[in-house]
């Protein structure tokens, strides 16, 4: 016989002596995956606000990830090279690393720009902000954890 069809025919020899003797049978789409019900289940997430503790407050990242966007956002969208709102509150290359006003929008960082001609513009590659940027939003978290900072 050839290899293959001795691998299949000890596979089917295997897999009748385990049922013979009570092995577990299949899975339940429901034991599967963080949410409660089947995997086959199209959820509907709950709508956001901006409400609550921690509104409009901006909230320090860990390390590496970018700042959250700590208003909403649709009056903004969409965000095309052409057109971009953010830009007109958010593109202040001459206040970086400036002391801001309590409350005052904060400028992109310096690593969103490059130097054209000595003089600081966002680079091509940064004009989609919510591509990193996430507004924020209050909600419980998926799946908790020690370091979950929400509910």
Known sequence: MKPNVLIVVAFAALSAGALAQGAPGPIEDTAFGLGKGSVFDTPTPKPYTFEGEGAGKVIP???GMPVMIPHPIEPYLPLTIEKNA???CHDRPADIGKKLAKG???P???N???LKQGKRVLSGAQYNCTSCHAPQAG???LVKNASSTTK
Do not use: I, K, N
């Open 112 to 114: 969103h720009y490059v």
């Open 108 to 110: 992109a960082p310096a």
């Open 61 to 63: 990242p860990p390390p």
């Open 139 to 141: 909600v419980d978290a």
């Open 86 to 88: 953010c830009l007109g």
């Open 104 to 106: 005052a929008a904060a």
